[in-house]
């Protein structure tokens, strides 16, 4: 996902899966987000759709940088430890069904301990 919660193709997260949903008879047994900061995708969890009960998964980066920056970055940016778990559990709110997260880019096992902590206090 790009910075303003769209898929690289300029197609809203909501109209893709409900295209493949669509295409294949909901062959799919789930989605996943993946590469993109949690503030990169979550103002398009808003509504209530289907589609977000079809997202099970999150693989979130650590930084808020585009692709294009992290592309040119010199230094791998880990992002703020606290507020990556902090807004990794957040979307709980929003996915009910989510129950898989982990980390993608910028991202270690200290990432992952922070959303559980935030999941688990």
Known sequence: METDGRLPSG?????AITQVDTETNSAPAYYMINCAHPSHFRHV???DHYWLGRIKGVRSNASKKSHAELDEAEELDRGDLSEF?????ELKKVLPNLHIFGGCCGTDHYHVAEICKHMHG
């Open 85 to 89: 778990g902090e807004s990794n559990a």
């Open 11 to 15: 197609q809203p997260l909501g109209d």
């Open 45 to 47: 969890l808003t509504e």
